[in-house]
């Protein structure tokens, strides 16, 4: 049965599993509320309830109809050494939707742009396949779907949103991890998440002002979302 954006959110069946570094990412300061009437889209994500599954992979690629060997999102795994320590460490990642996002001015087109409720998206019918976008962002969020050549990304599932529902990797999260709501609801769960716990974004010293949070995010992790390629990806196999 599928949730409704509105709905509770999901207790954490694997609460506690991932490990947790000793170190943390510059705290974010907790959104402002959008002017304007109407919600302005968002997610948190908290690495402590993040296990690194490939659900919310597997359920974007299905979604979204993925081509073979491309994401929208995806769990990068990294091996991280604190004090002599190695572990683990879990990074979901996926488009930020920036308050000021870099890739919006440099498409000479128009084809990208940001909903009234933040969220990015690309006309495919206007876009042509420059990659001026995908050079442009800074967290490799975005690529040439090979099969239309147009530029591709997360939408936060724009379609299921404004249908009620929530985005696809929220639903299929088994942990628990990523939580979607309006950030101009001071009611919601994730304004109420950012108000009582300290957050991070990704390279925040770029000033794209992020909405995308992250909740236990290791200085470490913080500046190079790009990282090291993860253990697992989408193979295209023939005859599946």
């Known amino acids: 049965m599928r949730r409704r954006v509105m709905g509770s959110g999901r207790r954490s069946l694997f609460a506690g599993l ?40 597997v359920s974007c690629i299905m979604e979204n109809d993925v081509p073979p060997d491309s994401v929208r999102t995806i769990v990068n795994t990294y091996e991280v050494v604190k004090d002599g ?46 990659a001026y976008c995908v050079q442009a962002c800074p967290y ?28 696809a990797c929220v639903e299929s999260c088994v942990g628990g991890a990523r939580i979607f709501g309006d950030l101009n609801d001071p009611n919601s769960t994730v304004r ?6 300290e957050s991070a974004v990704l390279k925040p010293e770029l000033g794209t002002e992020p909405r995308v949070f992250y909740l236990g995010l290791d200085d470490v992790l913080a500046h190079k979302p790009e990282g090291t390629p993860t253990l697992w990806r989408p193979q295209h196999q023939e005859g599946i």
């Open 85 to 130: 320590v190695p572990g683990m460490a879990m990074l979901p990642r996926l488009c930020n939707h920036c308050n000021e996002p870099p890739c919006i001015p440099v498409c000479p087109v128009g084809a990208t742009f940001q909903r009234d409720d933040g969220i990015v998206v690309v006309n495919a019918d206007v876009c042509v396949g420059c």
């Open 140 to 167: 490799d969020a975005r690529f040439i779907n090979h099969e239309t050549q147009k530029a591709d990304k997360c939408t936060f599932c724009a379609h299921r949103v404004d249908a009620g529902l929530l985005p």
């Open 18 to 57: 991932a490990a947790s570094l000793s170190g943390t990412a510059a705290a974010a300061e907790p959104p402002v509320p959008s002017r304007g009437i109407g919600p302005r889209w968002g997610m948190v994500v908290d690495l402590a309830r993040c296990i690194g599954c490939q659900a919310c992979t």
């Open 192 to 197: 109420r998440r950012l108000a009582s716990e």
